[in-house]
T-cell receptor, first 113, second 114 residues
Framework: GENVEQHPSTLSVQEGDSAVIKCTYS??????FPWYKQELGKRPQLIID?????GEKKDQRIAVTLNKTAKHFSLHITETQPEDSAVYFC????????????FGKGTMLLVSP | DTEVTQTPKHLVMGMTNKKSLKCEQH?????MYWYKQKAKKPPELMFV???????INESVPSRFSPECPNSSLLNLHLHALQPEDSALYLC?????????????FGEGSRLTVL
């Protein structure tokens, strides 16, 4: 099965700073790379994803970069805001009909005003 | 409607009780999932239904019994649970066809086993 490692486990930044979370995976066949955000007491929600034929994808303040050779992908958040405070999970998987996501252990991001 | 609805939101049960968790989606998704999430941990996959057939059972104890009555509904029947089964149980759905895509999660059912 997929072995997923996520770093750091906790990240504290000041409002306006950038934040980067890295996810390393083991299965070279993985070709779908999403990031989920889970606010305290809420459901996980997809914030951005990338497929293996693309190296980088941006959506306003968030971006994901993929290095398939090194088997890692990263979440970048610029101009962080207090509402970005949450736990972020990476979940690399195979690109099949249904998802078999293996979630990383999560990164708790704390953005201080 | 992009919602996955789970009931009940909270459930307290004894170890000898039988109860069920329910999940519903009306997005036309053909894949539905049960995840278990303990505090400060990631969601762990329990079961996957694809086109109403059980496709993945991640070695879950038989005291958890999933059921998919139709393409919109997913149940999780609970019987003779242990206190360590206390957790947030998340239902999710996805298109289930074509390239893997977004999982839509429900708000979860918080289960406490006494």
């Amino acid at each position: 099965g997929e072995n997923v490692e996520q770093h750091p486990s906790t990240l504290s930044v000041q409002e306006g700073d950038s934040a980067v979370i890295k996810c390393t995976y083991s299965d070279s066949a993985s070709n779908y790379f999403p990031w989920y955000k889970q606010e305290l007491g809420k459901r996980p929600q997809l914030i951005i994803d990338i497929r293996s034929n693309v190296g980088e994808k941006k959506d306003q303040r968030i971006a994901v970069t993929l290095n398939k050779t090194a088997k890692h992908f990263s979440l970048h958040i610029t101009e962080t805001q207090p509402e970005d405070s949450a736990v972020y999970f990476c979940a690399p998987s195979l690109n099949s009909g249904y998802s078999t996501l293996t979630f990383g252990k999560g990164t708790m991001l704390l953005v201080s005003p | 409607d992009t919602e996955v609805t789970q009931t009940p939101k909270h459930l307290v049960m004894g170890m000898t009780n039988k109860k069920s968790l329910k999940c519903e989606q009306h997005m036309g998704h053909r894949a539905m999932y049960w995840y278990k999430q303990k505090a400060k941990k990631p969601p762990e996959l329990m079961f996957v239904y694809s086109y109403e057939k059980l496709s993945i059972n991640e070695s879950v104890p038989s005291r958890f019994s999933p059921e998919c009555p139709n393409s919109s509904l997913l149940n999780l029947h609970l019987h003779a649970l242990q206190p360590e089964d206390s957790a947030l149980y998340l239902c999710a759905s996805s298109q289930g066809t074509g390239p893997t895509g977004e999982l839509f999660f429900g708000e979860g059912s918080r289960l406490t086993v006494l």
